[in-house]
Structures are given as structure tokens and as C-alpha cells.
């Protein structure tokens, strides 16, 4: 463990050969994005990564609402001519809601390294300066989009759904009535749609059990800067308009083509919309937006199809397979990582209590020990009350524990992600006992949520 004090701006720590642990500062921004420019390709021999080196600058601007100029985590090679940083990670700050109960979460994201410094457990150190300062700022959680089982030596788990798409060819597309106006229509999201706009998003993602809070801050934000973010990752929000000049619902996309999809990250109706008629006229006003697009990695790919990045599910995949040819592809995953496990249980008391009191376990009162192998959990519970959420350790005789569960797993259980009997399919070793197996299961239900990613 690491201690509070790496969260200050000041931190300094010698990690040996010359290399310095420390956090950013603005004069660090060009060697920032000329690493990450460099880390980011597909071959040694490709030019630096441009879009994602002008993100870097963005987010160093010291205007981005997600962090600062200090946010970052760096590794300097104090004895390297020219560039001497070799490894960076830097903090992003998103406030999430289980089940109406909000909470901050820190997000390590760009995690880059020099090739020539790998497996020198360099992203190991920069996690733990990472960590210090989510923890110090009070963050329950931290979670992160990234590649596959690597973030898990850090102890994270995959515990919430990430994407999920249709995605339609444009050659397949309806074709519009030569004699007759586009029923519907794409303007440019003003200040003035921001209500409109949040109150859309907040009732979408009311049915999830977690999702992700997003203020009038980062919506202003996103209006400010699409048109003259070099990045490709700004959000470009449109409004759907009919011919009468009502807002009918809006559409989310990225600045930037990925490859040979035109993505869309977000699209709500209006109460009383009708979905499926406004889905051509979308479709052909997304078609002709994608194909005047930069493409974020190379001309190599042609724009070929639109991508509804919606989840696992949406009323407009429906709509979708019915009438036209479609692919689908399942969601990836958020890594999640919960460092102190009963003050979130105790943060998120009253969504369990309310589960409990809907159920045929309501009022329960007892005890719930689950055994982690390497540690544990113990909850107790009085008239469908938590009142207390501790660690907990097997004892060597006399075990009385109500269900194990590997290190880690246990999370996907509690974020709703997997249900117990899918988790005892995937794993011999998660079991509970018959006894509370009820109990269990009203706690934890496998539901779906919708965690869009901001950044």
C-alpha cells in the first residue's frame, strides 16, 4: 500500500536506474502527447498518433472537465536525452449512481509505456500514485475501459457492461422519396436544448442499475468545443427535428470516423415519438455526416456502415432487425475496482434494503458471511436493515460461512453484472448455501446497467 501522501502535487518517488515517479505539470503537456502519439500505433514504423497527441493537449488544457494539468502520472527517465518520459496514466473523475444513490468514481485512463521500458513494473508504480489520489478525493471506486485481463493485476474486475452494438451497412440503407421532403431532420444541439437533452439522458438511464451522472458542465463543454476539437472523441449532439420544428429526440456521435463506422454513443426520443418513422430520415442525414468525416486511423478504411453503440439492448435495435439487415455484436466490459468493499456495501445500503423489502425475504434478520479465500465479507442484517458490513476471515475451525467466491468475483455479483447461478456455472469454486440462496438473489439481482463512457 501506498501511502496519502503520494496524492500530493509535490510526490517524488526514485524507482531506481534513474527513474522517477512524480505527477504532471503543465510543462509536461508536448512530452505527454509526443509518448502517448508514440505508444498508440499498430507499428513501429506508422507516424506518431495525432487525434489522440491533440487529446492529451486537451486534456492538459486545464479547461477539461474531467481533470487538470496535474493529473497525470508519470515516469521520467532523468538519465534519457530528448523525451524522457516513458510511462504516464492520468485521472479522470465521473460520478456514477447505483440504483439512484450517487457515488465518485477515479478513472486511470491513456495508459501508455515506452516499449523499450515494459515489464520493468513501471504502470504498476504509476497505479498505486493513481489510486492514492482517487482514494484521498473520497472515491468509492475506480473503474476503467481497456485491454483484455491486463487491469486485473491491479485488482480490478470485469463487473458492468461496456458498448454493445447494431450496426447497419449504409448500402443497405432505405432510400429516400425523390418527390418528398425528409420528414425528419439533424441540427446542431445550442445551449438552449441542454434541459431537453439531460432530462432525455436521465430517463434512459433511470432503468439501469448503475449508470453515469453527466451535469450541465460537461454538456456545455461538449457544445463548446466539438467544432474545434482536433481529437476526434468530442461528442457532436444533434437534435432530431419534424417538419413542424419540434425536438423529437437526440443523437450522439463522435467527431471522428473509427475505422469504417460512423458510431453513435447515444439516441433517446421524445415521450411519444414514433421511433420507427424517424429511423430512416435518421439514418440517411448519419450517412451523408459520416462520409464527410475524418477518419481517426487511415483513409484505408471506407466509411461502410453505421454503428449503434447503445448497449445490450435499445428500442431502435428492434426496430432495426425488423426492416433492414443488421450485425450484432455483444458488449465488452468496465474493469471495476472496489478497494475498501463494506463502506460502498454501507454507501449502498438503501438500494439492498429496498430490494429486501419488495421480496419474499423482506425483514430479514441474520447474518451473511461469504468467504473470498484470501479474505472475506460479513453483513449483518435487522427487520431488512443493514446495520453492519465488515471484512471478514474464515475462521481454521468451526467454519460457518454462507458461500465463497474467488477473489474479485464477488463484484460482478454486487454491480449486478452476473447472476449468481451464471457466476457458479463459470466458476466451481463460487457456491452458496441452499439456505440463503433466496436472500442472495434478492440482494444481488443480474440486471442490466448503462455506464456511458465520458472521455
Same mark, same amino acid.
Not at 110 to 117: G, H, K, L, N
Not at 224 to 229: L, Y
Not at 380 to 389: K, L, N, Q, S
Not at 426 to 429: G, S, V
Given at each position: 500500500?501506498?501511502s496519502?501522501?503520494a496524492?500530493?502535487?509535490g510526490?517524488?518517488?526514485d524507482?531506481?536506474?534513474?527513474l522517477?515517479?512524480?505527477?504532471?505539470?503543465?510543462?509536461?503537456?508536448?512530452?505527454?502527447?509526443?509518448?502517448?502519439?508514440?505508444?498508440?500505433?499498430?507499428r513501429?514504423?506508422?507516424?506518431?498518433?495525432?487525434?489522440?497527441?491533440?487529446?492529451?493537449?486537451?486534456?492538459?488544457?486545464?479547461?477539461?472537465?474531467?481533470?487538470g494539468?496535474?493529473?497525470?502520472?508519470?515516469?521520467?527517465d532523468?538519465r534519457?536525452?530528448?523525451?524522457?518520459?516513458?510511462?504516464?496514466?492520468?485521472l479522470w473523475?465521473?460520478?456514477?449512481?447505483?440504483e439512484g444513490?450517487?457515488?465518485?468514481?477515479?478513472?486511470?485512463e491513456?495508459?501508455?509505456?515506452?516499449?523499450?521500458?515494459r515489464?520493468?513494473?513501471?504502470?504498476?508504480?504509476?497505479?498505486?500514485?493513481?489510486?492514492?489520489?482517487?482514494?484521498?478525493?473520497?472515491? @468509492?471506486?475506480?473503474?476503467?475501459?481497456?485491454?483484455?485481463? @491486463?487491469y486485473?493485476l491491479?485488482?480490478?474486475?470485469?463487473?458492468?457492461?461496456?458498448g454493445?452494438?447494431?450496426?447497419?451497412?449504409?448500402?443497405?440503407?432505405?432510400?429516400a422519396?425523390e418527390?418528398?421532403?425528409?420528414? @425528419?431532420s439533424?441540427r446542431?444541439?445550442?445551449?438552449?436544448?441542454?434541459?431537453?437533452?439531460?432530462?432525455?439522458?436521465?430517463?434512459?438511464?433511470?432503468?439501469?442499475?448503475?449508470?453515469?451522472?453527466?451535469?450541465?458542465?460537461?454538456?456545455?463543454y461538449?457544445l463548446?468545443? +466539438?467544432?474545434?476539437?482536433l481529437?476526434?472523441?468530442?461528442?457532436?449532439?444533434?437534435?432530431?427535428?419534424?417538419?413542424?420544428?419540434q425536438?423529437?429526440?437526440?443523437?450522439?456521435?463522435?467527431?471522428?470516423?473509427?475505422?469504417?463506422?460512423?458510431?453513435?454513443?447515444d439516441?433517446?426520443?421524445?415521450?411519444?415519438?414514433?421511433?420507427?418513422?424517424?429511423?430512416?430520415?435518421?439514418?440517411?442525414?448519419?450517412?451523408?455526416q459520416?462520409?464527410?468525416l475524418?477518419v481517426k486511423?487511415?483513409?484505408?478504411?471506407?466509411?461502410?456502415?453505421?454503428?449503434?453503440?447503445l448497449?445490450?439492448?435499445h428500442p431502435?435495435y428492434?426496430?432495426?432487425?425488423?426492416?433492414?439487415?443488421?450485425?450484432k455484436?455483444?458488449?465488452?466490459?468496465?474493469y471495476?475496482?472496489?478497494a475498501h468493499?463494506?463502506? @460502498?456495501?454501507?454507501?449502498?445500503?438503501?438500494?439492498?434494503?429496498?430490494?429486501?423489502?419488495?421480496?419474499?425475504?423482506?425483514?430479514?434478520?441474520?447474518?451473511l458471511?461469504?468467504?473470498?479465500?484470501?479474505g472475506?465479507?460479513?453483513m449483518?442484517?435487522?427487520?431488512?436493515?443493514?446495520?453492519?458490513?465488515e471484512?471478514?476471515?474464515?475462521?481454521? +475451525?468451526?467454519?460457518?460461512e454462507?458461500?465463497?467466491?474467488?477473489p474479485?468475483v464477488?463484484?460482478?455479483l454486487?454491480?449486478?453484472y452476473?447472476?449468481?447461478?451464471?457466476?457458479r456455472s463459470?466458476?466451481?469454486?463460487v +457456491?452458496?448455501?441452499k439456505?440463503?440462496?433466496?436472500?442472495?438473489?434478492?440482494?444481488?439481482p443480474?440486471?442490466?446497467?448503462?455506464?456511458?463512457p465520458?472521455?
Open positions: 500500500m501506498i496519502a501522501e496524492a500530493n502535487p510526490y517524488r518517488r524507482l531506481g536506474d534513474g522517477l515517479l512524480r505527477w504532471s505539470t503543465p510543462q509536461d503537456t508536448e512530452d505527454i502527447a509526443q509518448l502517448v502519439g508514440s505508444v498508440f500505433r499498430d513501429a514504423d506508422e507516424p506518431l498518433n495525432k487525434p489522440l497527441g491533440h487529446m492529451m493537449r486537451e486534456l492538459m488544457s486545464g479547461t477539461h472537465p474531467l481533470m494539468p496535474g493529473d497525470f502520472a508519470l515516469v521520467e532523468t534519457k536525452q530528448g523525451n524522457s518520459l516513458v510511462a504516464c496514466t492520468c473523475r465521473h460520478t456514477w449512481e447505483y444513490i450517487p457515488f465518485r468514481i477515479g478513472r486511470p491513456i495508459v501508455a509505456t515506452d516499449p523499450a521500458y515489464n520493468r513494473r513501471l504502470i504498476r508504480a504509476i497505479f498505486d500514485l493513481i489510486h492514492a489520489r482517487s482514494e484521498t478525493e473520497g472515491h @468509492f471506486v475506480q473503474a476503467i475501459t481497456g485491454i483484455p485481463y @491486463f486485473r491491479f485488482g480490478y474486475e470485469y463487473a458492468l457492461d461496456l454493445g452494438r447494431c450496426s447497419i451497412y449504409i448500402s443497405l440503407l432505405p432510400q422519396n418527390d418528398a421532403p425528409e420528414p @425528419f439533424l446542431d444541439a445550442t445551449w438552449d436544448d441542454i434541459p431537453l437533452v439531460q432530462r432525455l439522458y436521465d430517463q434512459r438511464r433511470a432503468s439501469g442499475v448503475v449508470s453515469s451522472l453527466i451535469d450541465e458542465a460537461w454538456w456545455r461538449q463548446a468545443t +466539438w467544432q474545434t476539437s481529437s476526434g472523441e468530442s461528442w457532436h449532439v444533434q437534435m432530431i427535428m419534424d417538419v413542424d420544428g425536438s423529437q429526440g437526440y443523437v450522439i456521435t463522435p467527431t471522428a470516423r473509427w475505422r469504417d463506422s460512423l458510431r453513435v454513443i439516441l433517446a426520443f421524445v415521450s411519444g415519438a414514433n421511433a420507427q418513422a424517424i429511423l430512416p430520415s435518421l439514418l440517411r442525414a448519419l450517412a451523408r459520416g462520409a464527410q475524418a486511423e487511415s483513409d484505408a478504411y471506407p466509411f461502410s456502415r453505421i454503428a449503434f453503440e448497449g445490450r439492448s431502435v428492434d426496430v432495426l432487425e425488423k426492416s433492414m439487415a443488421t450485425t455484436e455483444a458488449p465488452y466490459a468496465w471495476v475496482r472496489v468493499l463494506p463502506k @460502498f456495501i454501507q454507501l449502498i445500503a438503501p438500494a439492498l434494503e429496498r430490494r429486501l423489502a419488495s421480496s419474499v425475504v423482506a425483514g430479514y434478520s441474520g447474518e458471511k461469504f468467504d473470498f479465500y484470501r472475506g465479507l460479513r449483518v442484517f435487522e427487520r431488512g436493515t443493514v446495520r453492519t458490513v471484512d471478514w476471515r474464515r475462521p481454521i +475451525w468451526n467454519a460457518d454462507d458461500g465463497g467466491f474467488p474479485l464477488f463484484l460482478q454486487l454491480f449486478s452476473r447472476s449468481l447461478d451464471a457466476l463459470a466458476f466451481p469454486d +457456491w452458496v448455501n439456505s440463503v440462496e433466496v436472500l442472495v438473489n434478492t440482494l444481488f443480474c440486471r442490466p446497467s448503462r455506464v456511458l465520458q472521455g
